[in-house]
């Protein structure tokens, strides 16, 4: 028994050390896979970041402009690619198809708009699965257009949508070596709470989200004073607001936080004129009518600075060039640039009062410019010819004068208290009656009496 006893322990001390080297050999060998599977696996991820993160000479001139929505319909993220390009970077502008954007965006040699498609999640199920799986195909698709690009030096986003752009963006970012900036528009999770109320989950997982990522970013610029101070104390996210106040030209001002314009009240009125600089407009007219209208301003007349584009090309441009330059006015300012054909109805539009110096040789023909003043509204003031009362109804769309002496006066009375005037005196009351009359479009008119010429027998 002893040796049968003995026998036993002999073999259970065997299988247990044969157990043991049998385990020590398994683990070594498994420890040998997982060190050789790491290694390789560092080295393949290290070949893929090396790759994705190639840059040339030209990474640090290229940014990615990402609204994940309608291109045409954000019209801050368009400005943002105009003004890069403006500064010399290739944008690579990526976006929903649909409005049109800009037609400087689309004319911009380097601009480039990658258009993404808006993925719907999907359509059977409860609404929670539709909401993620749309989450996560948009997220796919996002890597991988934002990873086929060449490498960019920053890539900024519009916010909201930030949902999965703004987390999509971050790991590109990474994975690239690329800075990463939020334009803060709003806040996405406050959106959603208005259909779905602030304490929805969702709405919870949302807010999580932004705060969470949005800290990942390496700028953040923000449309508002108060977005940028919500941002710093709530989420500690520090925030810049591009523009600062509101930016100003001589007219208008832009106010960045939403981008609109408005005109200024202090702004000087815009007088234009429009010539082919011939002997049938005598321009010294107009030049002793703003001499009299400095006076006037320097007398303490409550009237505006003014400035008068004058605009065309003609044999007679230098010479009138040169009596310009002589003047020597602190209240008028005169230009004479040449504007393209689809510029001149733009600025006619803008300005406040028009100003015609042509003559008829024969007293029977009208001046086109007057008839393109009218057009856009505006009104005029004319010197007077045979049958120019056929277009200028004196105090009802302009007024007519005879010298100089008579237009200075016009002018001192339409511009008295502007631009209060626009609305309550008689430049107010004479773009009424333009807008009233309407009168036949180019179009119709030529329908009606020019189209019947060409079809008669």
């Known amino acids: 028994m002893a040796d049968a006893s003995a026998s036993m322990t002999l073999a259970t001390l065997s299988l247990i050390g044969f157990a043991l080297l049998a385990g020590f050999y398994l683990t070594t060998l498994h420890l040998l896979w997982t060190l050789v599977s790491v290694t390789v696996t560092a080295v393949l991820v290290s070949q893929l970041l090396r790759k994705l993160r190639r840059r040339d000479a030209l990474t640090e001139r290229r940014v990615c402009v990402l609204v994940l929505g309608d291109i045409g319909r954000s019209p801050r993220m368009q400005y943002h690619a105009l003004s890069l390009s403006k500064h010399g970077y290739s944008v690579t502008f990526v976006g929903f198809p649909g409005t049109k954007p800009h037609q400087d965006v689309i004319g911009d040699e380097r601009i480039t708009i990658i258009p993404i498609t808006e993925v719907k999640g999907l359509q059977v199920g409860p609404r929670m699965v539709s909401y993620v799986t749309k989450v996560i195909l948009q997220s796919l698709q996002l890597l991988l ?24 963006t971050w790991l590109v970012c990474g994975l690239r070596g690329s800075r990463f900036i939020i334009d803060w528009h709003n806040y996405g ?54 523009g600062g106040e509101t930016e100003r030209t001589a007219f208008t001002g832009r106010d960045p936080s939403d981008l609109s314009v408005t005109l200024t009240s202090g702004r000087p009125a815009l007088l234009i004129s429009s010539t082919s600089w011939t002997e049938d407009e005598d321009f010294s007219i107009l030049l002793k009518a703003l001499e009299d209208y400095e006076g ?105 004068f005879k010298d100089s002496e008579e237009l200075s006066g016009q002018l001192k009375s339409l511009l008295w208290d502007f631009p209060g005037c626009e609305d309550e005196g008689k430049l107010g009351q004479f773009r009424r009656n333009l807008r009233a009359s309407g009168g036949q479009r180019w179009d119709q008119n030529w329908d009606q009496n020019v189209l019947p010429l060409l079809t008669a027998p």
Request: charged share 15%.
């Open 145 to 168: 257009v934002l990873l086929k690009t060449d490498v960019q030096s920053h890539i900024l986003i519009q916010n909201p949508p930030g949902l999965p752009s703004i987390m999509v």
């Open 189 to 242: 999770y406050t959106i959603m709470a208005l259909s779905h109320g602030p304490d929805h989950p969702i709405v919870r997982l949302a807010q999580w989200y932004e705060q969470l990522f949005g800290r990942f970013s390496s700028h953040n610029l923000c449309v508002s004073n108060a977005m940028k101070e919500d941002l710093q104390n709530n989420w500690n996210i520090s925030g810049e607001r591009p």
């Open 296 to 400: 006037f301003v320097k007398a303490g007349a409550s009237l505006p600075s003014l400035v008068c584009v004058i605009t065309g090309k003609g044999p007679q441009k230098d010479h009138y060039r040169k009596l310009i330059d002589a003047l020597s006015f602190e209240h008028v300012k005169i230009c004479t640039p040449w504007l393209e054909a689809e510029d001149y109805p733009v600025l006619l539009g803008s300005a406040d009062l028009g100003v015609c110096l042509h003559k008829s040789s024969s007293g029977l023909d009208l001046p086109m410019k007057v008839v393109d003043m009218f057009g856009c509204c505006l009104p005029v003031c004319a010197i007077h010819f045979y049958c120019l009362h056929e277009l200028v109804k004196h105090e009802e769309n302009g007024l007519i």
